[in-house]
């Protein structure tokens, strides 16, 4: 759908024009997972699948969420003084929580809105639809009402939604990256600091490849949870020889001389991928820069590998898709993207293979998963922000 037809569709939905229209990315990370909530570096981008939310004011109190994709729930009701998180209400307790956490975070929304949400995001495609939602709120309450608001404070307010508000306990790369995304770049983050730079990523002769498995998969009740607290385990156990706040200030030296105080074998694994993963993302950022992508590309093997076998969050459908892609000519690296236990994986292409390659790895995907794979290619594209006139058509 182009934003016309989602103006059109805000029109007939709520009987009235809509005034602004906002947008905002998913995200795919090149390498660094399961690094953020354990004080690493990520290195994600910003791609031009998203969250459109288009939005008027209202002189009163009341909210109403429409989404394209959930048509069959049509207008969800709400209103400012009935924020709080309630299961039945499914998908809009990501708005909700934004607007809540605005206000509380001392940016004031005085009345009520009607906003209609579309993302062409793939739905439990692990490309972040959720931060999505989130930021296109956060810029979308930003510009109906007039605020101005740090974009490194919403991104903040977007994690305490995904955190304190829904519940599930996601370091901050999703928010950053797509609140911060730029056009052609990278972004390297320090998740500890929230230092960060952007890499120009130059592919003139190759492209990134998504590769879905169509498997879903829900964060919340994932193990997403409980592999944060075996690293929060690890670093505890580590810290009576070390003087560390996170597995992220370890260079895999320390980590060797040190693991034995874990003292838990499964422990050791998870906090091993944290600490190696993080020195794996410090170097392809280095590798970038010179220009080797076939250094970034063995180091996202190696990434794909370590959570494999070390953090155990693939799967077979993405361990398939991986193996399938690592397998083809002209692909200089592949790996799993995202949180994992299904969701998607990519991989860099030289431009001369990518037809092949996607029909190669679709057919051997379905005949050992008995499922059909979609593929997409990413471009980087920018950040959260309201679009301009030019960026409608």
């Not at 390498?31 to 910003?46: K, M, Q, R, S």
């Not at 939310?53 to 002189?59: L, N, Q, S, T, W």
């Not at 004031?108 to 793939?122: E, Q, R």
């Not at 471009?379 to 309201?386: K, L, P, T, V």
Request: aromatic share 8%.
């Amino acid at each position: 759908m182009n934003v016309n037809d989602l103006k059109q569709t805000f029109e007939r939905v709520f009987d009235r024009q809509a005034e602004r229209t906002f947008f905002a990315p998913g995200r795919i990370n090149l390498i660094g997972e399961h690094t953020d909530y354990n004080g690493g570096h990520v290195f994600p981008l910003a791609i031009t699948f998203g969250t459109y939310a288009v939005a008027a004011k209202r002189e009163d109190e009341n909210i109403r969420f429409y989404s394209v994709n959930f048509k069959d729930q049509g207008i969800v009701e709400s209103s400012l003084h009935s924020l709080d998180y309630k299961e039945a209400d499914g998908w809009t307790n990501y708005p909700k929580g934004m607007t809540k956490l605005m206000n509380e975070n001392g940016y004031a929304i005085p009345s009520g809105y009607d906003v209609l949400f579309y993302g062409n995001i793939p739905n439990g495609a692990g490309l972040s639809s959720s931060a999505s939602i989130e930021l296109a709120t956060g810029v979308m309450l930003e510009g109906l009402f007039g605020l101005a608001v740090d974009r490194i404070e919403m991104v903040k307010i977007g994690q305490q939604v995904e955190n304190q508000y829904i519940g599930v306990n996601s370091g901050i790369m999703d928010q950053f990256a797509i609140g911060m995304g730029k056009k052609g770049a990278a972004i390297w983050l320090d998740c500890e600091t929230l230092a960060y730079e952007y890499a120009p990523i130059e592919l003139p002769d190759a492209s990134i490849v998504i590769m879905n498995t169509n498997k879903r998969r829900e964060l919340a009740s994932s193990k997403y949870n409980e592999r944060r607290s075996e690293c929060e385990e690890a670093l505890k156990r580590l810290q009576t020889e070390l003087h560390v706040t996170s597995l992220g200030e370890l260079t895999p030296e320390q980590f060797e001389k040190h693991r034995s105080a874990i003292g838990d074998e499964r422990l050791e694994k998870r906090a091993k991928h944290a600490v190696y993963e993080n020195a794996r993302t410090i170097e392809a950022l280095n590798k970038l820069k010179e220009g080797n992508l076939e250094e970034v590309g063995q180091l996202m093997n190696e990434s794909h590998r370590s959570l494999e076998r070390d953090y155990e969050v693939t799967g077979k459908e993405l361990d398939t898709l991986v193996y399938a892609a690592w397998e083809q000519p002209g692909v200089i690296g592949a790996r799993m993207t995202g949180a994992g236990f299904g969701g998607c994986a990519i991989a860099i292409v030289e431009n001369g293979h990518v037809e092949p390659f996607i029909q190669e790895v679709s057919a051997r995907y379905k005949e050992a998963c008995g499922i059909d794979a979609a593929f997409y290619m990413a471009n980087i594209g920018g950040g959260a922000r309201e679009l301009a006139e030019e960026e409608m058509e």
